[in-house]
Every structure is written in C-alpha cells, then in structure tokens.
C-alpha cells in the first residue's frame, strides 16, 4: 500500500523500513534559493517564504520536510547567539546602538545588573538583496565573573512564547497536510550554543585549561535552551533539528566522547523525552565520530557532507559503521554538484547516493536529500533532475 509523505517521513524517523525512500530538500526558509525564486517577497515576511518552500517542494513531487527557524527565533539569541538583549527586567537594563558597516549592521548591546555590566556585538550582513547571515560577532562571556551574572540575570523564555509557537506553526502544519513533515531548528546542542557565548577558539580547548569554567558554561548553555525546546516540541513538530557542528570530527572521537558526549546526549534524552525525534547536524566533518552518534541516541543524522569542500563523509564507508543503528540521512553535494554540476552529474550521484543508502546493511534506515541548504544560483533543472532520478531509484528490492 502507497504511503503519503507524512506516513514515510514518520515511519522513517521511527527507524522503521517505508514503502520506499523518502526524497526530500533542505531549503532554508528566508534568503538564497528561495529568495532566488521569489526574489520579491520581503525576506522578514517568514511565514509566506515558508508556505513557498512547502508549495515548491509539492509541485516537484517529492516529500515535503519543511525546516522552520525563522518566525520561532524571538529571542533571536537563543538560536544565534549572545544572551537576550530582546526583554528586560529591573535587574537586566539593555543599551543597543547601531552601527552600519557597509553591509553589516552591527548591534551593539551593553547589558546593565546589579553585579556588573556585559557587552555584545550582534551582527546582520546583507550578502546579497533578500541574504542575510546573522551571528553575535563579540560574545558576552569572558570570564567567570561574566558567566555568573548571565546565569543570575539573564531573563527567563517569555512567558508567551509557547503560545507564540502553536499559532505560528499551526497554517504550515495546516498547508503541509499529508504531503511532509514539520521541523524546527530547536535550541542547538549543548557545545554549539556555547559557541554562541564565548569565543570559539578558545572552547576548543577551555574543557583542558579551566574544567570547572567549563563545566559551569556548558550546564548554563543547556539549561537556558530547555524551556524554548519544550515549549516548540509541545507545540507540534514532528522533529526537532538540533546543530552539532562545532564539536565536529576534526576534535577526534576520544576528545568528543571525553568532554562533549555525555552533554550532547542529556540534551538529546532531554528534546526526545516526549516521542519526537531529534536529528543531529553535523554538516562538516563526521567520519571520527559516527560511533559516537550510537551513544548519542538521537534517532537521525545528518547530512553526510561529502568530499572534496563540504566534509569528510564516505557514505559507502559510514553506512557498512552504522549498519542501521540510526537513521542517516544521506546528502548530495548541494555546491560542487546541484549548484554548480551538469544535469547529467547531478543524476549520476543521485542514483549513487541511493544506491548506498539502500543497501540492506542499513535496514531501511535511510532519507536522501541535498547535503544542505539549497544555494543561491542552484539551476532548477538540476533540482528537477535530483528528484526525478531520486524518484526512480527509491524503492527497496530487498
């Protein structure tokens, strides 16, 4: 019996073999290729860019996954970082001026409380009309000092923001229908939003150099994220997608599994505690740490990027490691091959990459998509041609 996109995307996430591979594409709901195709559309009216990923993803036939980020990400600080300069509370006084820098718009926050006083750089670059990159440019943890007044100040998630999720999530799961699935870019892990508060360079080694900081920043950073995870899984996804890509394979699977593992994985039981399915991010590279993702326990992984610019992923390689202990969800090169490849390499990798993902080693515990998000410039007829061949190539004969 044919099952609808919902029923496969479901049934998949579960860990269970459906009627056929899901077909699925990463488009990013504000900005680059959907921006390309209704360049006219205001890049802050979210929730109509969103209705077009979904009407665009229907109209090529294949299984919807809508991804939601922008819309949820009031405080903006909870996805890209800083603390929340957004709310205020007789203990936390904010000063935000802004500064143009060509195409940068730096907002600059100086966050008065009782103890002492942080400051932070967020920044939004225009890299192209209807583009924007987001990201807090000077974090606001420093010190021990700075740390102890977030976690003492910083203001709690709105107490409206759940309400907020339901009635901004409820038309996309109405226009989704049976055709796909809802999912959210959650709060990332633990050590990607640390990321967003103290400098990176030195979270790469802050777990050797000072434990006990580290142990205080990484609790903080998971237990601030909490309340908006649980306020968006009761809300009604149908998975939560969660970054993990700055605890990437370059750190080796024996520093991961030391000092980053046993976070990631109460945050993970934490997000799938009620039934819904996370799927971890790593878009870079993975190979050193597929193990890992066992102990993880998140039901689905992601993207799988490939050499030679994306990431380090043999999918051949990861697949016969896995063997379907969880979902995986296989990429194709959205640069080098369905940006900028021919329509005859996009089909040859395309088959390619089903081919691997449906080998029996892996039980059926396969999704295939783009390794991520749709560029800006990615011809159609190539998006066209990876769903056609994904198509013809996605039932089982096993």
Not at 88 to 98: A, G, K, L, P, S
Not at 336 to 349: I, K, P, S
Request: charged share 25%; glycine share 8%; proline share 6%.
């Amino acid at each position: 019996m044919t099952e609808t996109s919902r029923e496969r995307l479901l049934k998949s996430f579960r860990g269970e073999k459906p009627d056929r591979v899901p077909v699925t594409l990463f488009v990013a709901d504000q900005g680059h290729f959907i921006n390309q195709l209704w360049p006219e559309i205001d890049p802050w009216d979210t929730q109509t860019l969103q209705l077009k990923v979904i009407e665009f993803c229907k109209e090529l036939g294949c299984d919807v996954f809508l991804r939601v980020l922008y819309g949820l990400d009031d405080p903006i600080h909870i996805i890209y970082g800083g603390l929340d300069v957004t709310h205020e509370t007789d203990t936390w006084q904010v000063d935000t001026e802004e500064i143009q820098r060509g195409t940068t718009m730096v907002h600059r926050s100086t966050i008065h409380t009782p103890k002492g006083t942080l400051t932070q750089d967020f920044s939004v670059n225009e890299i192209r009309p209807g583009t924007l990159m987001y990201a807090c440019t000077k974090k606001p943890i420093e010190t021990m000092e700075d740390l102890e007044i977030a976690m003492e100040y910083e203001p709690p998630m709105p107490k409206s923001y759940p309400e907020h999720a339901r009635n901004y999530l409820a038309p996309l799961k109405e226009a989704l229908g049976d055709d796909g699935v809802i999912g959210t870019w959650s709060p990332m892990g633990p050590y990607n939003n640390c990321s967003l508060l103290y400098e990176l360079d030195e979270l790469y080694t802050v777990f050797l150099t000072d434990p006990g900081f580290y142990e205080k920043l990484i609790a903080f950073a998971m237990e601030r994220a909490k309340p908006y995870a649980r306020a968006i899984d009761e809300a009604g996804v149908d998975v939560h997608c969660i970054g993990g890509n700055v605890p990437g394979g370059f750190l080796g699977r024996r520093t991961y599994d030391r000092y980053i593992l046993s976070y990631e994985k109460e945050y993970i039981d934490f997000i799938q505690a009620n039934g819904t399915p996370a799927m971890y991010h790593n878009c870079g590279d993975v190979m050193n740490l597929i193990e890992s993702y066992k102990e993880l326990g998140a039901k689905i992984v992601e993207p799988f990027s490939p050499p030679p610019t994306l990431g380090d992923a043999d999918h051949a390689k990861a697949v016969e490691v896995i063997r379907g202990d969880y979902v995986v969800l296989l990429g194709v090169d959205h640069v080098n091959v369905l940006q900028n490849g021919t329509v005859d390499e996009v089909r040859r990798v395309t088959e390619e990459t089903m081919r691997i993902g449906k080998l029996p080693v892996q039980r059926g515990r396969f999704i295939i998509q783009s390794a991520d998000f749709l560029e800006y410039g990615t011809p159609v007829e190539n998006v066209e041609a990876y769903v056609e061949t994904a198509l013809e190539h996605a039932e089982y004969d096993w």
